[in-house]
């Protein structure tokens, strides 16, 4: 084992091939961003279709445990896949994706309810955060290891987009409230 460049992912030395496999497998959003066309909207979709089944059948707790679970995977699987591609962000790795999309929906189900406008509501103004990138978000693109960033900027995103829910929600509440 050894220090994922020099941070304190511990990867394997040698390249097996059920490892690069299963790694490949999770950065690529469980095959999600192997569509041809929009892998990180293809990604953000399938994250918050799986979003949906876990909150409905284990309740929000479940998104959370989630995104605990997965953010230290998908660092450790992108900083797997990082080296042998020439790319820094190749598109078809959308673990990015899933991260920001699954911490916009727990934010944003702290206030709103669990229901299809608000999930299709927080894909896309995840998307829209996620694409643009305003501000901090396109700084934090760039800043520390590439097996981070390419992760901080759509957990940013997801913070933005969470937030940004919450904020339209209660809008919309005191626009309904006369």
């Not at 957990?155 to 940004?164: H, K």
């Amino acid at each position: 084992m050894s220090l994922c460049a020099g941070r304190l992912l511990l990867v394997p030395t040698r390249d097996t091939t059920t490892l690069h496999s299963l790694a490949r497998f999770v950065v690529t959003g469980l095959g999600s961003g192997l569509m041809p066309l929009a892998p990180g909207t293809s990604g953000s979709l399938a994250a918050a279709g799986l979003a949906w089944l876990m909150v409905h059948i284990w309740g929000i707790a479940a998104l959370w445990l989630g995104l605990l679970f997965l953010l230290p995977v998908a660092c450790w699987s992108t900083c797997i896949i990082l080296p042998s591609e020439q790319e820094p962000d190749p598109g078809w790795i959308v673990v990015d994706e899933w991260l920001g999309q699954w911490l916009t929906l727990a934010i944003a189900l702290f206030t709103l309810p669990a229901s299809w406008p608000v999930f299709a509501g927080a894909f896309v103004t995840f998307r829209f955060f996620d694409i643009l990138k305003p501000g901090p978000i396109r700084k934090l693109e760039h800043t520390g290891p590439a097996w981070w960033t390419i992760h901080a900027d759509d957990l940013l995103a997801g913070v933005f987009a969470g937030l940004t829910m919450i904020a339209g929600g209660v809008v919309l509440d005191r626009l309904l409230q006369g």
